[in-house]
């Protein structure tokens, strides 16, 4: 995922009302910018910190700019989360996930078939059994390489757990993809001490099938791409 022109640096001054920041520009000036977050981007949202902010062209847009990436000590963080489809989605075109290529086709934004809502994707083939993809996006890390997720209680993140396990016991592939948006993060675990309830579901959710796995991205000024496949903790190991 290319950005045309490259990010722009600047400094946080607050981020506020969830999808809103105010930021610097290097150059003198404050602008208000989306932040397309709705997290707690747990130290990726201090005062003061260096960001990147993208510029839209589009000329209804409200807010011009988009926050999209911060840095975190000597790490990078893509904060805005609607990018981690959209970098899955590239990789599963390229046949870039071993785990997942092969298919004939991928669908974005599929229904779940016995309920409300959607799947990020779901792949298909006349060869095999569907296969539905969840993404969430990693940013939470605990320091020595440590991923996890999420960084606050996410009901939404709950009922896509319940939905993977019933298309697994339908007979189709139920898999939950971690985008890590975190140079700094090496393993994926669940972050049980902030949302304990998706830690059990999620485990109970392995073992009934459902495959979990984490690739991490390489963040760049001018690019953004899902690069590596990253361990998950033993009790996500499908």
Same mark, same amino acid.
């Given at each position: 995922?290319? +950005?045309?022109?490259? !990010?722009?640096? #600047?400094?946080?001054?607050?981020? @506020?009302?969830?999808f809103l920041a105010d930021v610097r520009l290097d150059g003198g000036g404050t602008v208000t910018v989306h932040c397309p977050n709705t997290g707690a981007m747990t130290g990726c949202s201090d005062p003061g910190s260096v960001v990147w902010i993208s510029e839209s062209r589009n000329p209804?847009?409200?807010?011009r700019h988009t926050l999209e990436m911060v840095a975190s000590g000597q790490f990078r963080v893509g904060v805005n989360t609607t990018r981690a489809n959209r970098l899955v989605a590239e990789a599963l075109t390229e046949g870039r996930i071993p785990a997942l290529a092969g298919y004939s086709g991928v669908k974005a934004e599929a229904a779940i078939p016995e309920g409300q809502g959607? +799947?990020?994707?779901? !792949?298909?083939? #006349?060869?095999?059994?569907?296969? @539905?993809?969840?993404?969430?996006?990693?940013?939470?890390?605990?320091?020595?390489?440590?991923?996890?997720?999420?960084?606050?209680?996410?009901?939404?993140?709950?009922?896509?757990?319940g939905a993977l396990v019933r298309r697994k016991r339908?007979?189709?592939?139920?898999?939950?993809?971690?985008?890590?948006?975190?140079?700094?993060?090496?393993?994926?675990?669940?972050?049980d001490d902030v949302h304990p309830e998706y830690g059990k579901r999620l485990r109970y959710a392995v073992e009934a099938g459902v495959e979990v796995y984490a690739w991490a991205c390489s963040i760049?000024?001018?690019?953004?791409?899902?690069?590596?496949?990253?361990?998950?903790?033993?009790?996500?190991?499908?």
């Open positions: 995922m290319k +950005f045309e022109p490259p !990010l722009t640096e #600047a400094r946080l001054i607050k981020r @506020y009302q969830r209804k847009r409200k807010y959607r +799947f990020d994707f779901r !792949l298909f083939d #006349a060869s095999r059994p569907d296969c @539905y993809v969840e993404v969430k996006s990693m940013t939470l890390c605990r320091g020595g390489g440590e991923g996890a997720f999420p960084d606050a209680v996410s009901e939404r993140a709950l009922k896509h757990v339908a007979g189709d592939r139920a898999v939950l993809l971690f985008c890590v948006q975190h140079t700094g993060i090496e393993v994926a675990k669940t972050a760049e000024l001018d690019e953004f791409r899902l690069e590596r496949e990253i361990p998950v903790d033993d009790a996500l190991q499908c």
